[in-house]
């Protein structure tokens, strides 16, 4: 059980990689069309935005300040196309801006992980922050990113973070069938194996984007 298999990147650098990641193999499950038709937006969606800011305030609270803000009110609300909010973005390199009630938000999802007892029981032990590995399936680069790797006496435990609008054991099923949370599983599952580590326990931290902001945690049985 080692550190010395992950590969330390940025997010950017990561996602840019030609790789073939989870999120690919579950568009190439719909159709070869749905994975080579595939868009980058030209404006980045608020809810990108709200997942990357949340995943970056739990896991990494000492940079969460320095990449995600509140928009000032003479700003916020302006449409992203219009010259007044372009030009004051060109002055704000660095730094991801939000709006005051979705900021708010993550802040309160970030405290809602934070608070569940597997946050508590996996950070007390040594941790791996999204690192990246890199293997092979049938000749196929693949790529995968777990949030967070956990190692102990007793094994390898993952966190994935999911932000829902439902973290109740029902909605947690639909989520399951619509995102094919079981194929990402099976692949990260893939990837530690081939760098020789055998995951314990693969748990999915679900936390609601909306009051009253619950928290579960749950892992998928593989029968």
């Not at 992950?6 to 994975?35: K, Q, W």
């Not at 060109?90 to 708010?104: F, H, K, P, S, T």
């Not at 777990?146 to 999911?162: A, H, M, N």
């Not at 760098?195 to 892992?219: D, H, Q, W």
């Amino acid at each position: 059980m080692s550190k010395e298999s992950f590969t330390i990147m940025s997010n950017d650098e990561y996602h840019s990689h030609d790789a073939l990641g989870s999120s690919d193999v579950r568009r190439l499950m719909i159709s070869p069309l749905h994975f080579e038709g595939r868009e980058e937006p030209a404006v980045r969606p608020p809810h990108f935005t709200f997942g990357s800011a949340a995943h970056c305030g739990y896991l990494e609270p000492e940079k969460f300040e320095e990449r995600y803000r509140a928009k000032p009110l003479e700003v916020d609300g302006k449409g992203p196309r219009t010259n007044h909010y372009r030009e004051w973005m060109a002055n704000q390199l660095g730094v991801e801006w939000m709006n005051a009630e979705d900021y708010d938000k993550v802040l309160k999802v970030i405290d809602s992980a934070v608070a569940h007892p597997i946050t508590n029981e996996l950070f007390g032990q040594e941790v791996m922050l999204e690192g990246s590995l890199f293997f092979e399936i049938n000749g196929v680069e693949c790529k995968a990113r777990p949030d967070l790797v956990s190692f102990s006496s007793e094994g390898i435990d993952v966190i994935d973070l999911k932000t829902t609008t439902d973290a109740s054991p029902s909605g947690f099923r639909k989520t399951c069938a619509a995102h094919k949370l079981f194929v990402q599983e099976w692949f990260y599952r893939r990837a530690m194996e081939e760098a020789g580590m055998a995951i314990n326990r693969f748990i999915f931290l679900c936390v609601e984007k909306t009051a009253p902001f619950a928290a579960a945690a749950y892992s998928i049985n593989p029968a």
